[in-house]
């Protein structure tokens, strides 16, 4: 009988069972991650709530564990050996087209998810594509040739490593398509994990001026945002955000904004749009896949000289970046990682993310083997 892994298994639209999958054979070009811990975000939230495409799956694709076992091919391919602490990407890149030879593995199709149902993805992939150990919130993760490690920094904790996804998109979407850098002024609307990491990323860039936005609802994040580097913080529903930030910036508006809003529909977009300066500004959005906008004011994007890009996951250098500004202790990163959870927790623990179960929940883990 060969051992088995407990994991936390999505069997249907927002339903979890506790089950046990079979420990795989390790072969030479293989390797075996010991979770330590699985990061939560707001895809999980809205992936959660979805029917399954294939078969039950293990979710959980922001990873951070030990290496329990290594194959021989795979320790010499990728410069690692067993009991290394290491950030997984979710990324499964084919390794030999144009992107892959830039780390830009989200760009690569054999990454393509969500068009592509033969591809591959940690947290998205079926059990029934073997051996089934594809997602973090489970004790062990299967790693093929072609998964893509970062050796975590000495000093950092497994737990603060595991805020590295959401820092490797505050890393690429503020500096990297964004453009913030010295003396910005940056408009990050949305005081989520992501935003909070576009102020850390921002305030490290040397971002003159970092307004950031929220609801009511936000009220502890947005103290949140002031204590990682804000320098403003604004509630869109108790003030008149346009006329705030105009004032703030003395009538010139923002170098750069990013829309790290989750279900906010078109108006995120409209107010960037507004508040960013004359001429030349950098709109970052995220819409959802869905996500329709009638009457999208293009004639004012053009007069104002605007760029518009889209905010999508991160590339090899970004998470190298995040890794190390987490491994700096410049932030007082404890104050978003509020939650940890167990495996029988799991369920609770996306729901807390999608403001439904523990209150007050910004950044959220599960330790599998808590
Ligand atoms: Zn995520
Ligand atoms: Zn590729």
């Not at 490593?161 to 609307?189: C, K």
Request: hydrophobic share 40%; charged share 20%; with cysteine.
């Amino acid at each position: 009988m060969s051992e088995k892994v407990p994991v936390a298994l999505k069997v249907g639209p927002s339903t979890t069972e506790l089950r046990e999958l079979d420990l795989p054979e390790i072969s030479a070009d293989a390797a075996l991650m010991k979770v330590a811990v699985a990061g939560v975000c707001g895809t999980d939230v809205s992936q959660y709530r979805l029917p399954l495409r294939a078969g039950p799956l293990v979710m959980g694709h922001e990873n951070v564990g030990y290496l329990a076992r290594v194959g021989k091919t795979f320790a010499a391919h990728k410069g690692v050996k067993e009991g290394d602490l290491v950030f997984l990407e979710h990324y499964l890149p084919c390794g030999h087209c144009e992107w892959d030879h830039v780390g830009e593995y989200r760009h690569c199709a054999a990454t393509e998810w969500f068009y592509d149902p033969a591809a591959i993805r940690y947290g998205y992939t079926s059990i029934d594509i073997a051996p089934g150990l594809w997602g973090g919130f489970s004790h062990y993760l299967y790693l093929p040739l072609n998964a893509v490690l970062h050796q975590v920094p000495n000093g950092l904790t497994p737990e603060e490593a595991g805020v590295a996804t959401p820092m490797s998109n505050g890393v690429q979407w503020a500096l990297f398509d964004g453009g913030v850098g010295y003396g910005s002024t940056v408009l990050i609307q949305g005081p989520g994990q992501q935003g909070l990491c576009c102020v850390m990323a921002s305030k490290q860039a040397g971002a003159a001026r970092i307004i950031v936005t929220g609801t009511s609802k936000d009220a502890r994040r947005l103290e949140v945002a002031r204590a990682l580097g804000a320098d403003e913080v604004i509630d869109v529903e108790k003030e008149d955000a346009l006329a705030r930030i105009r004032e703030i910036t003395d009538g010139r508006g923002v170098d750069v904004v990013l829309d790290c809003t989750v279900g906010a529909g078109t108006a995120p977009t409209l107010l960037g749009i507004e508040a960013t300066k004359r001429r030349g500004g950098t709109i970052v959005v995220q819409a959802e896949g869905s996500q329709e906008f009638p009457d999208f004011p293009i004639g004012r994007l053009t007069r104002k000289g605007m760029t518009l890009k889209s905010a999508r996951g991160h590339s090899y250098r970004a998470v190298e970046l995040a890794l190390h500004q987490l491994a700096s202790h410049r932030f007082p990163l404890q104050l978003m990682t509020t939650h940890t959870f167990g495996l029988s927790e799991v369920d609770y623990a996306i729901k807390s993310v999608g403001g439904q179960g523990a209150a007050g929940a910004i950044h959220v883990s599960v330790l599998p083997w808590k």
